[in-house]
Each structure stands twice: as C-alpha cells, then as structure tokens.
C-alpha cells in the first residue's frame, strides 16, 4: 500500500490494489460561492489523481456532500463542466453537515490507476 501526504490523523490518498482512494477534498476559499468552491475541490482531486499516476477519466466513484442541497444546481454546473464527456463516474450526492461552516462541499473519490 502506498500513502500520500500522509499526516497524523489521516493521508489524502491512498493506492491499494490498482485502485487510489481519496480523502474528502475540501475547498481553499471559505465562504465563496458553490461553484467556485467546486472547481477548487475538483482541481485538489485533479491533482491528487496526478499524484497517483491517474486522473479523473478512471474515476470510478464519486461522492459529494453538499452543506445546503439548495447548491446543487451550482455545484452540478461546476461538475459538468469538469467531467470528460462519457466519462461520468458512478456518483451519489447528499447533504450533510460539513466540519467547517464555510465549506459548501466535499468530495470523496475512487479511481483506478
């Protein structure tokens, strides 16, 4: 098994199998708007992918936790604009109390490598 950025209490990633699992991506702008705080989690997963060896067109899985599922308009225009055509990830969004309130979402991803 491979860890990355591995810290005291969790890593982002880890690679077991074929298959990296990512930590919840959160976004670095507390406060702004859905989309843009989207594209911010969407970009560490894009970056985290790269880290691994993969990216976001062997997304396996998806899952989005939204604060408020009044954003989900916003967040899915975010979402579209990000996924490969044909590409789309098995997904499941939810609304959940996030750790911080600034944050409007989450995302939690599986890829294959």
Request: glycine share 8%; aromatic share 4%.
């Amino acid at each position: 098994m491979t860890r990355i950025d591995a810290g005291p209490r969790m890593s982002e990633a880890c690679i077991h199998g074929g298959i990296v699992h990512l930590a919840g991506q959160v976004p670095e702008t507390a406060g702004a708007g859905i989309e843009q705080q989207t594209r911010e989690v969407l970009e560490a997963v894009d970056a985290l992918l790269a880290q691994a060896g993969t990216d976001k067109t062997r997304v396996l899985r998806a899952q989005i936790y939204l604060a408020d599922l009044a954003d989900f308009d916003g967040m899915n225009r975010a979402w579209d604009a990000w996924v490969m055509p044909g590409q789309a990830p098995a997904r499941a969004t939810v609304e959940a109390r996030l750790a911080d309130a600034d944050w409007k979402v989450e995302i939690v991803v599986t890829a294959a490598l």
